[in-house]
């Protein structure tokens, strides 16, 4: 049975799709048998994303499929090492599913307020619902400065909830990277990737643990 990891958030543009891709690209490098689940069937992202990545023929190869709902990803998962959740912007029912589904549920955030409150809102409402808090982390993303990065991990940290370590500044090296069919840890600036691999190693270590 794979480990599932699932990218939620109820917002759009936070980045679950840059967090999963990175993630699934690294387990891919590490030898693991992974599948990229894009759930946002509206936007199809990640599909896109991994046609421009067959394209160029960008190594490893990323398998990645459109699912409806968490059970159909689930269903395939026992053939996987790793099932990679890419969720979809959208509220309750439907993360609340992904969430039951998965080992591993990480909300990416930017540090603003406006980011971080609604962000902490939906992790009560997950564990309201009965998920164990252990199984949840924040990943900040879109950062600007250290400062703010550690504003942001004084407020997720005291509403209870964990901040993977790392997290990624916002620049447009790794918008050009994912435009081009690579990850975030593909960035064309060695310190941009080595940022990138920070944060997605610490999931890794997570799913290990
Ligand atoms: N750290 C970053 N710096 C610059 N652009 C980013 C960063 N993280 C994500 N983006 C860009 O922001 C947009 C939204 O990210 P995406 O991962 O698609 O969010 P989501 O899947 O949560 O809606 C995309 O164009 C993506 O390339
Ligand atoms: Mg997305």
Same mark, same amino acid.
């Given at each position: 049975m794979a480990a599932v !990891? +699932?990218?939620v958030s109820q917002k759009g543009g936070p980045g679950k799709s840059t967090l999963a891709r =990175? %993630? =699934?690209r690294e387990g891919a490098a590490s030898g693991l048998k992974v599948k990229l689940a894009d759930l946002d069937l509206q936007q199809g992202t990640s %599909?896109?994303?991994s046609r421009t990545r067959l394209?160029? $023929?960008?190594?490893p190869s990323i398998s990645v499929e459109a699912f409806s709902t968490a059970a159909k990803a689930l269903a395939v998962a026992d053939q996987y090492d790793l099932l990679v959740i890419d969720g &979809? =912007? /959208?509220a309750s029912a439907g993360t609340l599913e992904i969430a039951k589904a998965s080992d591993l549920i990480i909300q990416p955030s930017g540090a603003s307020l406006d980011d971080l /409150? &609604? +962000?902490?809102?939906?992790f009560h409402e997950l564990v309201k619902a009965g998920i164990p808090l252990e199984r949840l982390a924040i990943a900040l993303n879109h950062v600007a400065t250290d400062a703010e990065e550690a504003d942001a991990r004084a407020y997720v940290g005291q509403a209870g909830y964990a901040v993977l370590a790392g997290? %990624? !500044?916002e620049r447009p090296l790794y918008r050009q990277a994912q435009n081009g $069919?690579?990850?975030v840890t593909e960035a064309k600036h060695a310190r941009l990737r080595e940022r990138a691999d920070v944060l997605i190693q610490s999931i890794v270590n997570r799913i290990a643990a």
């Amino acid at each position: 049975m794979a480990a599932v !990891v +699932a990218f939620v958030s109820q917002k759009g543009g936070p980045g679950k799709s840059t967090l999963a891709r =990175a %993630l =699934a690209r690294e387990g891919a490098a590490s030898g693991l048998k992974v599948k990229l689940a894009d759930l946002d069937l509206q936007q199809g992202t990640s %599909l896109d994303w991994s046609r421009t990545r067959l394209q160029f $023929g960008i190594e490893p190869s990323i398998s990645v499929e459109a699912f409806s709902t968490a059970a159909k990803a689930l269903a395939v998962a026992d053939q996987y090492d790793l099932l990679v959740i890419d969720g &979809p =912007a /959208r509220a309750s029912a439907g993360t609340l599913e992904i969430a039951k589904a998965s080992d591993l549920i990480i909300q990416p955030s930017g540090a603003s307020l406006d980011d971080l /409150r &609604p +962000a902490v809102k939906l992790f009560h409402e997950l564990v309201k619902a009965g998920i164990p808090l252990e199984r949840l982390a924040i990943a900040l993303n879109h950062v600007a400065t250290d400062a703010e990065e550690a504003d942001a991990r004084a407020y997720v940290g005291q509403a209870g909830y964990a901040v993977l370590a790392g997290c %990624l !500044v916002e620049r447009p090296l790794y918008r050009q990277a994912q435009n081009g $069919g690579f990850a975030v840890t593909e960035a064309k600036h060695a310190r941009l990737r080595e940022r990138a691999d920070v944060l997605i190693q610490s999931i890794v270590n997570r799913i290990a643990a």
